[in-house]
C-alpha cells in the first residue's frame, strides 16, 4: 500500500488486491456508513469492474429501507433490456442487496427525456444522502465514469449529461457530480493504465486533458492497481 498526499488530500494506492479483498474493503466501507446510521447514494460503475461490484452487492449487510441508493455512475444508452448496458450486466450477474432501492438509467424514454429524468433523480437523492460514494474505472485515454478528455462532458454545467461517444450513445455523471461525492474507490487494473496512474499523481494535469483527475476532489480516494 502506498499514501499519498496531494493538494492536502490522503491518496490511497492499493498494489495487487484480489477481487475477493477489494469487495471485501468496499463493502465494509458502505456498511460502516450504514452502522452509523447514514443514508448512502452509491453509485456503479461499468467495465472490468462488473464482476467485482457484483460480489460487493453480495456482502453489503441487510439494509434498513431509505438507508441505501445504489445507481450507475455511467450508461450505455438503449432499450431497458439493452444487453450492452451495464446495469443489466450487473442484474444479470445476480447484483442484488436486500432492503437498497436500485435506480437503473435506462426506462425507455429517448435519450434527452431519460437524461432529464435522471438529472432529477440524481438531484434528489444527493439531497437526501448523508454520504455519496462513488466506484469508478479509468481507461487507458484517462477517462472515468462516461466522462472523455476534451468532450462536452468535461465541463458540462449538469448532474448528467448524454452524448454520442462512439461506438456507443452515453449517459453519464459529470464532474460537477463527482465533486459532491465523500468518498470514491477507483478500479485500475493492467499495464495500459500505469502511465495514468502515474499522471494522476501529478498537480499540473487539466480535467480535460485527463477527466479521471476530477477524483482527486474528493475527500477520499483509494486506488486499486496492479502497478509496478
Given at each position: 500500500m502506498i499514501c499519498l498526499f496531494i493538494n492536502n488530500?490522503?491518496?490511497?494506492?492499493?498494489?495487487?488486491?484480489?477481487s475477493e479483498e477489494i469487495a471485501s474493503h468496499i463493502a465494509e466501507a458502505i456498511n460502516k456508513q450504514i452502522r452509523?446510521?447514514?443514508?448512502?447514494?452509491?453509485?456503479l460503475s461499468g467495465g472490468s469492474f462488473i464482476p467485482t461490484e457484483i460480489l460487493i452487492s453480495k456482502k453489503i449487510d441487510e439494509v434498513p429501507p431509505g438507508k441505501l441508493v445504489v445507481t450507475m455512475g455511467d450508461e450505455k444508452y438503449g432499450s431497458v433490456d439493452?444487453?450492452?448496458?451495464?446495469?443489466?450486466?450487473?442484474?444479470?450477474?445476480?447484483f442484488d442487496i436486500k432492503g437498497a432501492k436500485l435506480i437503473p438509467y435506462l426506462n425507455g424514454k429517448?435519450?434527452?427525456?431519460?437524461?432529464?429524468d435522471i438529472i432529477k433523480i440524481i438531484q434528489e437523492e444527493i439531497t437526501k444522502a448523508d454520504?455519496?460514494?462513488?466506484?469508478?474505472?479509468?481507461?487507458?485515454?484517462?477517462?472515468?465514469a462516461g466522462v472523455l478528455p476534451h468532450t462536452p462532458a468535461v465541463k458540462a454545467d449538469y448532474l448528467a449529461y448524454a452524448y454520442d461517444a462512439p461506438p456507443f450513445k452515453r449517459i453519464t455523471i459529470t464532474p460537477k457530480t463527482i465533486a459532491t461525492f465523500d468518498e470514491a474507490?477507483?478500479?485500475?487494473?493492467?499495464?495500459?493504465?500505469?502511465?495514468?496512474?502515474?499522471?494522476?499523481?501529478?498537480?499540473?494535469?487539466?480535467?480535460?486533458?485527463?477527466?479521471a483527475q476530477?477524483?482527486?476532489?474528493?475527500?477520499?480516494?483509494?486506488?486499486?492497481?496492479d502497478i509496478k
Open positions: 488530500m490522503n491518496l490511497n494506492i492499493q498494489n495487487n488486491k484480489t452509523l446510521g447514514k443514508n448512502v447514494l452509491w453509485f439493452y444487453e450492452e448496458s451495464a446495469w443489466f450486466k450487473l442484474m444479470k450477474g445476480g429517448d435519450i434527452l427525456n431519460t437524461t432529464e454520504y455519496k460514494i462513488g466506484l469508478f474505472g479509468m481507461g487507458a485515454d484517462g477517462h472515468t474507490f477507483l478500479y485500475a487494473m493492467g499495464e495500459s493504465k500505469w502511465p495514468m496512474i502515474e499522471k494522476l499523481k501529478l498537480d499540473d494535469i487539466s480535467i480535460e486533458d485527463q477527466p476530477i477524483l482527486k476532489s474528493i475527500p477520499l480516494l483509494t486506488i486499486f492497481t
